[in-house]
């Protein structure tokens, strides 16, 4: 008997949006709707043959903290449907579509939702903790009159009265990414140059397949937008290398123009296993073949994960780079992506922290993010990873190339790696 196939059937997004722009009155919630409305309407699916929903996020929203649920209801998804949330920073999207494949392999579904989203533009702003003790002993204290009132006043600073956003720094590290980003460039010789030559490549590209009509089988419009606005088709290197150190001052060499922007958006990815999807008609794009994580110090390697989780998912699969045509990588910064290039075709790199195994070998730019990367489509936290599968597997079907690479480092020293196969049939 073959091995079950967890098939992707299709992906789409709703256009990712610059933080406090087109989307900066929605919730993450709504956000959420729009994808996974616009997918069910892209695949005709009928929503009570979901067996599970899995939808990832990184800000929660505490009022919609199960919010794969929350907008699974809103979306016309039977409320028999069960749904949780998946939050493991920027693959949060890719967990979500890889606990789903999980699902399936293991016989507990047959058909799952996946995706993720994200807002920048609403995000929960708290209170100082002194204020907040205080909030949660008002109604107590009230009880007591003016001077119960007063009371809570008793001890509090100015300082006190100041909101609390929520901080992209790393809990444990307390370092915000652009600082790790600009030390892991200079560690592997990447200068401002190769990052500003690199970001250029992700907008020029971005922006070709935009107005050459490669998302449009990919994007649902929403809020009467299809293109996405952090594209810059008409920079050049010389209004990039206007641009002032954004971190490390004054020599560091990531900028706003070489690092993904803040950003709203969400995704949504249709998994079956292959004998439902053929059951129901559906030609899958592509099938999801195997998937790795990875984890390292993120004091610091934490942006280099991808070089790890990748060379795990080629040693599973017995692929190497020359197999693989397609490259979908997350670009959080371009001197991530450089510098794992870098460690990647690296043989000293490979000898000293893969127990003495091959480099991954380098990776031509041709295959990389051809359509655009988060430098310039922008990177929604939660969304990111069904942007990056969906493109994919439309790239492998457009472009007639077996084998896809997606790969995403993540907050915290994590990473996910993972080989799409295109679909080419029934297996025999």
Same mark, same amino acid.
């Given at each position: 008997?073959?091995?079950?196939?967890?098939?992707?059937?299709?992906?789409?997004?709703?256009?990712?949006?610059?933080?406090?722009?087109?989307?900066?009155?929605?919730?993450?919630?709504?956000?959420?709707?729009?994808?996974?409305?616009?997918?069910?309407?892209?695949?005709?699916?009928?929503?009570?043959?979901?067996?599970?929903?899995?939808?990832?996020?990184?800000?929660?929203?505490?009022?919609?903290?199960?919010?794969?649920?929350?907008?699974?209801?809103?979306? @016309?998804?039977?409320?028999?449907?069960?749904?949780?949330?998946?939050?493991?920073?920027?693959?949060?999207?890719?967990?979500?579509?890889?606990?789903?494949?999980?699902?399936?392999?293991?016989?507990?579904?047959?058909?799952?939702?996946?995706?993720?989203?994200?807002?920048?533009?609403?995000?929960?702003?708290?209170?100082?903790?002194?204020?907040?003790?205080?909030?949660?002993?008002?109604?107590?204290?009230?009880?007591?009159?003016?001077?119960?009132?007063?009371?809570?006043?008793?001890?509090?600073?100015?300082?006190?009265?100041?909101?609390?956003?929520?901080?992209?720094?790393?809990?444990?590290?307390?370092?915000?990414?652009?600082?790790?980003?600009?030390?892991?460039?200079?560690?592997?010789?990447?200068?401002?140059?190769?990052?500003?030559?690199?970001?250029?490549?992700?907008?020029?590209?971005?922006?070709?397949?935009?107005?050459?009509?490669?998302?449009?089988?990919?994007?649902?419009?929403?809020?009467?937008?299809?293109?996405?606005?952090?594209?810059?088709?008409?920079?050049?290197?010389?209004?990039?290398?206007?641009?002032?150190?954004?971190?490390?001052?004054?020599?560091?060499?990531?900028?706003?123009?070489?690092?993904?922007?803040?950003?709203?958006?969400?995704?949504?990815?249709?998994?079956?296993?292959?004998?439902?999807?053929?059951?129901?008609?559906?030609?899958?794009?592509?099938?999801?073949?195997?998937?790795?994580?990875?984890?390292?110090?993120?004091?610091?390697?934490?942006?280099?994960?991808?070089?790890?989780?990748?060379?795990?998912?080629?040693?599973?699969?017995?692929?190497?780079?020359?197999?693989?045509?397609?490259?979908?990588?997350?670009?959080?910064?371009?001197?991530?992506?450089?510098?794992?290039?870098?460690?990647?075709?690296?043989?000293?790199?490979?000898?000293?922290?893969?127990?003495?195994?091959?480099?991954?070998?380098?990776?031509?730019?041709?295959?990389?993010?051809?359509?655009?990367?988060?430098?310039?489509?922008?990177?929604?936290?939660?969304?990111?990873?069904?942007?990056?599968?969906?493109?994919?597997?439309?790239?492998?079907?457009?472009? @007639?190339?077996?084998?896809?690479?997606?790969?995403?480092?993540?907050?915290?020293?994590?990473?996910?790696?993972?080989?799409?196969?295109?679909?080419?049939?029934?297996?025999?």
């Amino acid at each position: 008997m073959a091995a079950r196939r967890v098939v992707l059937v299709d992906g789409c997004r709703i256009p990712f949006q610059l933080s406090s722009t087109v989307y900066k009155n929605e919730l993450a919630v709504d956000l959420a709707q729009k994808a996974m409305r616009g997918l069910l309407t892209k695949t005709a699916l009928d929503p009570a043959h979901i067996d599970y929903i899995l939808y990832g996020t990184v800000i929660q929203e505490s009022r919609t903290s199960n919010i794969a649920r929350e907008a699974a209801v809103n979306s @016309g998804v039977p409320m028999s449907v069960p749904s949780h949330t998946v939050t493991q920073a920027c693959i949060s999207a890719n967990q979500a579509l890889t606990t789903g494949a999980e699902k399936i392999l293991a016989g507990k579904a047959d058909i799952v939702l996946t995706g993720g989203c994200e807002t920048f533009s609403d995000v929960p702003i708290r209170f100082s903790r002194p204020v907040r003790q205080r909030f949660l002993g008002a109604a107590k204290a009230m009880k007591k009159g003016p001077a119960g009132a007063l009371g809570l006043l008793k001890g509090l600073q100015m300082k006190d009265l100041a909101p609390e956003a929520p901080s992209i720094a790393n809990y444990t590290t307390g370092e915000v990414m652009g600082h790790s980003a600009d030390r892991l460039a200079c560690r592997f010789g990447v200068s401002r140059n190769d990052q500003d030559e690199y970001a250029l490549m992700s907008h020029t590209n971005a922006y070709k397949a935009h107005t050459e009509g490669m998302y449009d089988d990919e994007i649902v419009g929403a809020n009467g937008e299809t293109f996405e606005n952090n594209i810059k088709g008409d920079t050049d290197m010389a209004k990039m290398g206007k641009l002032k150190p954004a971190f490390i001052k004054p020599h560091g060499t990531i900028t706003a123009a070489n690092a993904s922007p803040l950003t709203d958006g969400a995704s949504a990815v249709l998994i079956m296993s292959e004998e439902k999807a053929l059951e129901l008609g559906y030609t899958p794009k592509s099938i999801l073949k195997s998937w790795s994580y990875a984890a390292v110090d993120p004091f610091e390697d934490l942006l280099l994960g991808p070089t790890y989780a990748t060379q795990q998912v080629l040693r599973e699969t017995g692929l190497n780079m020359k197999d693989i045509g397609v490259v979908e990588f997350h670009e959080a910064f371009a001197g991530q992506v450089l510098a794992n290039l870098t460690a990647m075709a690296s043989p000293t790199f490979a000898t000293e922290n893969f127990n003495g195994g091959d480099a991954i070998g380098e990776i031509p730019k041709e295959k990389i993010n051809t359509r655009g990367g988060s430098l310039s489509l922008g990177h929604p936290f939660g969304a990111t990873g069904g942007r990056l599968v969906t493109t994919a597997s439309n790239r492998m079907r457009d472009d @007639g190339h077996k084998y896809a690479l997606v790969t995403a480092c993540a907050d915290g020293g994590l990473a996910h790696s993972a080989i799409l196969e295109k679909w080419e049939g029934p297996q025999k």
